[in-house]
């Protein structure tokens, strides 16, 4: 008799623990794609703050035909990025902190036909748009220098801890160097910038 009840009940039995372990398994793997998620702060809601303590702004050109390069060391940006709500990146720069290493360029970006920092000594950054593109960001907005704001656009990529965006800007559109190189013979007229955020 005990044989024979075992053998009618085996199925149901085996049945039920398939359905049981099945479920156990959705259920870990569910609560292991949200930690996943929630645990990436590129991915978080919160407010990002960055600055030049442990990331980059930088920018490169050619001078006669000579690559140059330098950075800020002096910003700050905060970062709200999708699945935010209302995302949006704003960044500040103290254009009077911007270094090439060479004294000669240092010596000229402050002056009233460069950067003219006695008139504009700091710059700005304010996203307009920013959308998800994978595990990367499609941003635009617009830079101010100079007091003149024009819209620019990149890509923010997601490299393991950091974000990083190189994109060209027009000088000549910021009227930097208008006046001692108007036909950009000298300096490029597109002077790259690059941005690399440490965010954890």
Known sequence: MKAIITSAFSPICTDKYRKIKS??????????IAAF????????????VVSAKDSEVSFS??????KFSGVFYKWSAELLLPPAESPKITATFDITSAK??????????????????????????????ILPAGNDY?????????????PVSFVLVSKGNKLEAVFDIDRLAYKIGLESDPDAEWVSRNIKMGLSLKIK
């Open 23 to 32: 479920m156990i398994n959705v259920v870990f793997v569910t609560l292991f």
């Open 37 to 48: 998620i929630f645990s990436s702060p590129t991915a978080a809601s919160e407010k990002l």
């Open 61 to 66: 050109g050619e001078h006669v035909g000579m």
């Open 100 to 129: 090439t290493g060479d004294s000669t360029y240092d010596a000229t970006l402050p002056e009233g036909d460069w950067f003219d920092v006695e008139n504009h000594p700091s710059g700005e950054f304010v996203s307009t748009e």
């Open 138 to 150: 499609a941003v635009k907005g617009n830079l101010s220098l100079r007091g003149i704001s024009k």
